[in-house]
Each structure stands twice: as structure tokens, then as C-alpha cells.
């Protein structure tokens, strides 16, 4: 889809013809308010530049003034006070019917003729907006980013759903080559990843472009996606703006984020109520101390520990996810490994010789393959290390194939001190390792499957699992929370095979010698 200036012949109403490529400033408001009839103020002194190329997003809270603002911009509605320039030339110099070419603007609610979809996007070129050719040239790759299906060209707009007939305007708006592309709440009707997607494809189109995108949005995470400038209104005003990241990650940022975004999914906890809802680790360890249980010390310690890292975590994960950087997530995921490594094999008691690594290797292989294809191809997010799907997933699939290398290698060598008679006795009858270990073998990964064969048994019966809980505070639809929730119990349970079969066939090597004979300092009893 081509973007230039070149049919703009005559885009003044005055005499003024600066070329708008001479200037970096896409979109220049000064001192911008906006007074209702009654005297009411919706906008207030707003100060804000937009540079050709970037990216804005526009956050704030209901009846904060966001819709308001941006339809000033291509003058659907006018400013009571300041001024607003445009390339660089004052709006009211502007052509309307050129600049709504050039600034277009997609309401949050479609607003559709009761035709054929074909027809919805052709009424651009019978206004004479654009050429035929134009339209038909750019039309496979219109419908391409708002991602929206071809195959409905000829449906009729009526058979369409909401998010259906969102992404129809947007493809429509597209279809203009804008310089400007002003999208109130494009996610709204979607989910995470086909949020995420969307707005990385409006990204890739801006860049491709030269094209200057602005976004209204509810959700926080559209905001790691979009990255680039952030303005954040309050009751009319300017809380915050500059650069998305560093508003993040500053203490502004932490403070005004449940302004900006409280519909954007899970209510957000403060410190006090956090402190509230300690009440009830404090009203278990007066239990504890009152029953005598000599617990106290271990439960306290358990929750400040929990408390520290769980903080340090989200903060950590709050900058991977900000950054999108391979290397970082790539870090985080090793982190993660190592952790679990480290802790399956101290949940051994007796010190087998090769089983840090043989855990490791474990480990590393079953869950990280596991991770990688779950993204890449099950779920299909692009980049495939999306830290806010990768590291979710990461640390579920690793938690429970830690928990399997654990189990596994205890259980293993309990088996075969247990089984020290039946092993010597296959292996006088010219057994080899494996065929005499077998029995305790199969012992061993049942128990370590059997964990996750049970929760497959009652999950959504006896409680909700956390990563359905989880998507749907965040304000993900139930039913698609509860696949995600089933795509897991399915990955989680092959992971733990892989994890605890490929150990238990490392593992078992180090109980004999290279004469086939018992380690005998392996299998004594304790």
C-alpha cells in the first residue's frame, strides 16, 4: 500500500502551501480546549505533538476525554480554544475532504450499510475517494492487516459479528493509504493473542509505511505491543506523556496505571489491600502458635519469602515484557531452568554420581522443546519468545517437569533399594541393567505421572485451574480460558512423560557398574 503527498494538489484553503514533508511534527496541538454548549470543559489546555512515523497511545479512563480529543484531529469536532496543526499547516487551512483522506479516523462502534461487505468497502470509490484500480490493488493487503477474512467479501454485513464488522472498518479505513491512522479501541472485541497480532501487523504497516498511527486503548497490554509515545488523560487534562516505556517503569506510571486502565481485566490490589488479605497468613500462624505446632517460624519465614520474590518477579517480568527483547526473555527462561534444576535435585537425599546434569539435560530438553513448540505452532504467536506467552507457559511446563525430575529420581531410588533381591537375581540369570531394573523403572514414572493424570481427572470440577482463573480476572471470555486451560492439561502431561522418562532412562546407568554389577554405596540402606 503506497503513502505519499503527490495528490495533493490543492490542500489549502488559504495561501499558505509549506509542504507538510518539510516537518517532523505529524499532528501539533497547543493549548487545546474543548467547552461543551453548557459551558462544560471536556478538554483542557492540551499540549501534544505526534511525529510522522510513530506511534501515539491515548489511555485514560472512561469520560476522560480520549474519543473527544482524537476527533479533533481530523476536525469532526472543533476546538473551542488553541490550535492544531497538521503537517505542519493550521487545520482550518486544511481541505476537509483532503485531510480525512489523509487523517483517518475509525470509530470504536462500526458504522456499516446493510449491504454486502464488498459493498461497505467500495463506497470509497464511489465517493470518489479513491480509483478502482487503487482500491483493488490494495485490497488484499488491507483485509491482510485488519485481519479480516476475504472469503466474506460477498456475505452480507448483517451475518457479521461485532469484531467482524471492527476489523471490516478498519480494513476500509486502509484502504485510504492514510498518513494518519487514528483507531479508537480496535481490541476491544478481541482476545489476547488476536489482539497482540492485530496490533503487531497495524506496527509492521506503520513502519512499512511512514505512516503516524494513534490508538485509544483500555487494555495495558495493547501498550507493550504498540510501545512508542504514551498520553494519558485525566477528567480532560494531561496526567502523563512521553515515551511508553519509561512512563511505564517510572513511579508516575505505577501510580496512574490504575487510572489510565481500569477496565483492562483483573480489579488491581493496592498495599493496603494486600496487607488485608495478610490477615489471614496471621490469623494461621495464632492458630499455629495456639495448637503448638512449632510451625511459626517456618510459616512466617514462608510468607515473606513469597511476599519478596513474587514482588521481584512481577516487576522483573513487567520490564521483560516492556522490553521484547529475545535475549531477555532467553535470560528469564534460563533462570528458570536453572532454579528448577537446582531444586530437583535437592529433593534427592541420596547423591547420585551425573544426576545434576542428567536432570539438566532432562529438564532443559523436554520443557524447552515442549515451550517453544506450544508457542510457535499450537498457539502460533509471532515472534515465537512473546514474553507475555512464552514465560507464562515457561514456567508452568518447567514447574511440573521439575516436579516429575523429582519425583522420578526419589521414587527411583527408593525402587531399587527396595528391589535390591529381585534386580540381583535377573541379573545372575544374565539380565541386563535395563531388563533388571524394569519393574522398579515402570514403578518409578508411574508415580511420577500420576499427579497429572489425577488433576486431568477433576480439573473444573473440584476447583478452577490457575491459568483459567487467571485469563478470565483478566477479563478473557470463559470458554477461552477453558481451551487454554485444556491445550496446558494436555501439554503439561506430555511434558512430564518426556521429562520423567528421558531421566529415568539416564538416570538408571549410575546404579551399576561396568561389570553389571550394583553399586553397592548406592543401594545400602540408610
Not at 326 to 336: Q, Y
Request: aromatic share 6%; net charge neutral; with cysteine.
Amino acid at each position: 500500500m503506497s503513502n505519499s503527498f503527490s495528490d495533493i494538489t490543492t490542500p489549502l484553503q488559504g495561501d499558505n502551501v509549506a509542504s507538510p514533508l518539510t516537518l517532523s511534527a505529524a499532528l501539533s496541538l497547543r493549548d487545546v480546549s474543548l467547552t461543551t454548549t453548557a459551558n462544560k470543559e471536556i478538554l483542557s489546555h492540551i499540549d501534544w505533538d505526534v511525529y510522522q512515523g510513530s506511534t501515539a497511545v491515548v489511555i485514560g479512563p472512561s469520560g476522560s476525554g480520549k474519543t473527544r480529543l482524537v476527533r479533533l484531529l481530523n476536525r469532526l469536532d472543533e476546538a473551542s480554544s488553541g490550535s492544531i496543526s497538521v503537517f505542519g499547516i493550521d487545520i482550518k487551512q486544511w481541505n476537509p475532504h483532503l485531510l480525512r483522506r489523509k487523517v483517518v479516523y475509525v470509530a470504536q462502534t462500526p458504522y456499516l450499510s446493510q449491504n454486502t461487505v464488498r459493498e461497505n468497502l467500495e463506497i470509497i470509490c464511489k465517493l470518489g475517494v479513491i480509483s478502482r484500480s487503487t482500491f483493488e490493488g490494495n485490497l488484499e493487503e488491507a483485509l491482510e492487516i485488519a485481519g479480516f477474512q476475504k472469503s466474506l467479501l460477498d456475505h452480507s454485513v448483517n451475518t457479521l459479528s461485532g469484531g467482524e464488522k471492527q476489523r471490516l472498518s478498519i480494513a476500509r479505513a486502509l484502504l485510504l493509504t492514510p498518513e494518519v491512522l487514528i483507531l479508537d479501541e480496535p481490541t476491544s472485541s478481541l482476545d489476547g493473542l488476536g489482539a497482540q497480532s492485530f496490533l503487531q501487523r497495524l506496527n509492521q504497516w506503520r513502519q512499512k509505511s511512514n505512516s503516524t498511527l494513534i490508538v485509544i486503548s483500555h487494555r495495558f497490554a495493547d501498550l507493550s505491543v504498540l510501545g512508542g509515545h504514551l498520553l494519558m488523560l485525566n477528567s480532560g487534562k494531561v496526567a502523563l506523556k512521553g515515551e511508553t516505556w519509561s512512563i511505564l517503569n517510572s513511579s508516575d506510571g505505577e501510580q496512574n496505571h490504575n487510572m489510565s486502565c481500569p477496565d483492562t481485566g483483573a480489579i488491581p490490589l493496592d498495599p493496603g489491600q494486600l496487607v488485608f488479605a495478610g490477615g489471614f497468613l496471621i490469623a494461621n500462624i495464632v492458630v499455629i502458635h495456639l495448637l503448638e505446632l512449632g510451625l511459626e517460624r517456618d510459616i512466617t519465614l514462608g510468607g515473606f519469602r513469597a511476599t519478596i520474590q513474587l514482588l521481584m518477579v512481577g516487576y522483573f517480568l513487567r520490564w521483560v515484557f516492556l522490553t521484547r527483547q529475545v535475549a531477555v526473555v532467553m535470560l528469564a527462561f534460563g533462570i528458570m531452568l536453572s532454579v528448577a534444576v537446582w531444586t530437583a535435585t535437592r529433593r534427592v537425599k541420596r547423591k547420585l554420581p551425573g544426576l545434576l546434569y542428567k536432570s539438566a539435560l532432562s529438564i532443559v530438553l523436554g520443557s524447552g522443546i515442549t515451550t517453544v513448540i506450544v508457542t510457535a505452532f499450537v498457539i502460533g504467536t509471532d515472534p515465537w519468545w512473546d514474553p507475555r506467552y512464552f514465560l507464562p507457559l515457561a514456567g508452568m511446563i518447567v514447574g511440573n517437569a521439575m516436579n516429575a525430575a523429582a519425583l522420578v529420581s526419589e521414587r527411583m531410588v527408593s525402587e531399587i533399594i527396595s528391589r535390591q533381591g529381585e534386580i540381583e537375581a535377573l541379573l545372575s540369570l544374565a539380565a541386563t541393567p535395563r531388563q533388571a531394573v524394569a519393574p522398579a523403572l515402570r514403578a518409578a514414572l508411574r508415580s511420577s505421572m500420576i499427579p497429572s493424570i489425577n488433576g486431568m481427572m477433576t480439573v473444573g470440577l473440584v476447583s478452577l485451574p490457575g491459568m483459567m482463573t487467571g485469563q478470565m480476572l483478566g477479563g478473557a471470555d470463559p470458554s477461552v480460558a477453558a481451551r487454554y486451560q485444556l491445550m496446558i492439561v494436555f501439554v503439561l502431561a506430555g511434558a512430564t512423560s518426556a521429562v520423567a522418562v528421558s531421566l529415568s532412562m539416564l538416570l538408571y546407568h549410575s546404579f551399576f557398574t561396568s561389570a553389571w554389577q550394583l553399586k553397592k554405596e548406592l543401594v545400602a540402606s540408610e
